[in-house]
């Protein structure tokens, strides 16, 4: 018979001895502190409330090592599966804002709510049928993100009877209890029972029928009873001490005192162990129990009993951990997070509509890796954009350090005449954050006006397709270019890729920042088509670009210059600003709700139109003049004989390709004739006499 070496005995036994639990070691692995990291920036900001999370523990540790529940990436996940022969424990973590909330939090209240939902698991029956609602937890944390300082208090919340536990006998091993035999069959059935279901079941029961042992869930022990066989009550135990089982029975015995107390004065409890080695499966060192139990008082199923739970710190006392990780995380990854950091306290403290994921997706062509690239370059890193190319043709020379920012002095020397440009500023991006994606290409672009020789031609056919390989693999291309000229392509490129363009250009003590407008050329030209008052908005695909204010082709701009005159000779501070407004106009287009079609915003509140961007105006040209430290927002329309985004260029660029850019560069009037400036020229010059109406005023005049 099963049992037959367990002496029963009476609650009056003089003999009985307390029954003392193994208390949880929580174990938080580093994943999980990221993920709270990332929850905290980006999910909960400074909502404290309760929010759930799930852990596990495991009953096939080895000798010695501590009742453990563990808590990792997944435990924020509560579709997240426990692994095999892992159980699950459901709760609720509060992270707290300040050290001081934390520290003043009310932790009693805390576990009290914990435990008032265990409770009431128990006494309606709930963890008969989801013995998961045994196991809670309870997590109080404050998390310092910017120095990776991390203090929590762990709990497992237990509610404990008034009478506390005894045990009849000193525990014994299931081979003390059990014939080898059955304690086999007991291993068996319990395979067999936890493989039926998705997850593991952490409470159950085993059943003797006449001779036959086997598992069966804990809802079926009123049945088993019924019937009159034998119920020994178990369940999977973490604890690896010899004498004394895991922290899980103490509401395992709460449920068993309140559904089955008046009946069962003393019950039998297998604390089961299942250690895996070498293919094997061991159950022998699980504990057997011989427990007293009492039936409960009238108070106690309506009255939650006391919970107990809080974890102790390293010394042994109640109270809080600590974890420090900055020096044990990736300095890689720890970028990465500050980066974004400032960025997400922006969004969740004033910004909540801020969209940073589509700035930091936003792939971004630096043409030019000067003055302005350099400066540029560095504030896209500030908005945590992470692919940046820098395309340049020059090298650095000794007089670039003082005012391009990511040059120093050894990049002058390092190599003859200096270190290619973009190569060296993308290698300084990736030496200030390594988690950006930063390539230096060396390019030479091709000008109108810079006549290509048929020696020459095969490199500019390389020159023109590698160009246009990198603009069709960018989202936006910043034109921050010496000379108009050097404009010219990139702008006709973007345009049939129907690319964002930024373009910001420099005076001594002027300049200009502007978008280009995103027209669609698979319709006929704007002009022809719209008829906008110079008072009204101006839709976005009908914004002019960099060159639409030009009667002229561009041409060879440092042709009979002088030295002062072929350089950019500008006030110093002037490419910072004008670097910082071109960042900033790209970023509050990509916020706008039409993007690259957001029409040009000039400063008139009476458009209403600042309320689209949550950044705020979204202009089309930003002109600066510092000597009257004075900016205004011009916007003007697309012209349909642009030199660079008219209809007729991008026809013709789209059928001729190659051969229509040799034109365009070794013939000086090719663009006039093409897009009909010739044609407008000398109409204008035939024209004898303007006349004017006297009452009319210059306001209303319509001007290309």
């Excluded at 001490?241 to 015995?253: F, I, K, T, V």
């Excluded at 006391?306 to 006392?317: D, Y």
């Amino acid at each position: 018979m099963l049992c037959t070496n367990i002496q029963r005995s009476t609650m009056a036994d003089n003999r009985t001895m307390p029954l003392q639990f193994a208390p949880f070691s929580s174990f938080l692995d580093g994943g999980f502190w990221h993920q709270l990291c990332h929850n905290k920036v980006n999910v909960y900001g400074l909502d404290d409330s309760a929010r759930p999370i799930n852990a596990s523990y495991y009953n096939g540790d080895a000798s010695g090592m501590p009742c453990r529940m563990s808590l990792e990436h997944s435990s924020f996940d509560m579709s997240s599966k426990t692994p095999s022969q892992y159980f699950r424990a459901e709760g609720h973590l509060y992270n707290k804002n300040t050290l001081e909330d934390f520290k003043n939090t009310d932790k009693k209240q805390l576990l009290d709510q914990e435990g008032a939902q265990v409770w009431k698991a128990i006494t309606s029956g709930a963890a008969l049928e989801n013995t998961t609602q045994l196991s809670r937890l309870l997590l109080l944390t404050f998390a310092d993100i910017k120095k990776y300082h991390f203090y929590y208090w762990f709990a497992f919340p237990c509610v404990c009877p008034a009478q506390d536990f005894t045990l009849v006998r000193p525990p014994q091993t299931l081979l003390q209890v059990f014939t080898p035999e059955q304690a086999d069959q007991i291993l068996e059935r319990y395979r067999e029972f936890q493989s039926r279901g998705k997850e593991g079941v952490a409470f159950f029961i085993i059943v003797e029928e006449a001779d036959t042992l086997s598992v069966d869930t804990l809802a079926s022990t009123e049945r088993h009873m019924q019937k009159g066989h034998k119920v020994l009550f178990a369940f999977a135990d973490p604890c690896t001490l010899e004498q004394h089982p895991g922290w899980p029975l103490r509401n395992y015995l709460a449920l068993i005192l309140h559904h089955w107390g008046s009946k069962l004065p003393c019950v039998d409890v297998v604390c089961f162990r299942y250690r895996s080695k070498a293919g094997t499966h061991d159950a022998s060192h699980s504990l057997v129990l011989q427990v007293n139990i009492s039936p409960m008082e009238d108070s106690d199923t309506s009255d939650l009993p006391k919970v107990v739970g809080w974890e102790k710190n390293e010394r042994g006392k109640l109270g809080p951990r600590f974890v420090n990780l900055i020096d044990s995380l990736d300095p890689t990854r720890l970028a990465e997070s500050a980066v974004d950091l400032n960025l997400k306290l922006m969004r969740w403290r004033l910004l909540p509509n801020l969209d940073l994921e589509t700035v930091s997706r936003a792939r971004c062509l630096l043409l030019g890796a000067g003055t302005l690239g350099c400066n540029v370059a560095r504030c896209l890193l500030g908005w945590g954009v992470r692919t940046i190319t820098l395309v340049d043709s020059g090298r650095v020379s000794y007089s670039n350090p003082v005012r391009q920012t990511l040059f120093v002095f050894d990049d002058c020397r390092s190599e003859p005449g200096g270190r290619p440009k973009a190569e060296a500023a993308a290698e300084a991006l990736r030496r200030i954050f390594p988690g950006v994606k930063a390539e230096g290409v060396s390019l030479t672009i091709p000008m109108p006006g810079h006549a290509v020789p048929e020696s020459a031609q095969q490199q500019t056919r390389q020159d023109v397709e590698k160009l246009a390989s990198l603009v069709s693999a960018h989202d936006v291309v910043f034109l921050l270019l010496d000379t108009r000229e050097s404009r010219w392509l990139p702008t006709v490129m973007a345009a049939a890729n129907n690319k964002t363009v930024i373009c910001a250009a420099l005076g001594f003590d002027t300049f200009l920042v502007m978008r280009h407008g995103n027209q669609s050329y698979s319709a006929p030209s704007p002009s022809s088509q719209h008829n906008v008052p110079l008072n009204k908005v101006i839709a976005g695909d009908q914004l002019g670009c960099y060159f639409c204010n030009d009667v002229v082709a561009p041409g060879d701009s440092t042709r009979d210059r002088t030295l002062d005159q072929q350089c950019t000779v500008s006030r110093p501070g002037m490419s910072f600003i004008a670097s910082a407004l071109a960042v900033e106009l790209l970023v509050s287009v990509l916020q706008h709700p039409e993007r690259g079609c957001a029409p040009a915003d000039t400063g008139d509140t009476d458009t209403g139109s600042d309320t689209d961007c949550p950044l705020g105006l979204v202009p089309h040209q930003i002109r600066g003049f510092l000597s009257r430290f004075q900016q205004i927002l011009p916007a003007s329309r697309a012209f349909d004989k642009c030199t660079a985004c008219s209809h007729k260029v991008i026809e013709v660029f789209r059928s001729e390709g190659f051969e229509f850019l040799l034109k365009a560069f070794n013939e000086p009037h090719y663009l006039e004739d093409l897009t009909g400036l010739t044609a407008m020229h000398q109409e204008t010059a035939q024209a004898e006499v303007w006349d004017f109406d006297d009452e009319d005023s210059f306001s209303s005049m319509e001007a290309t």
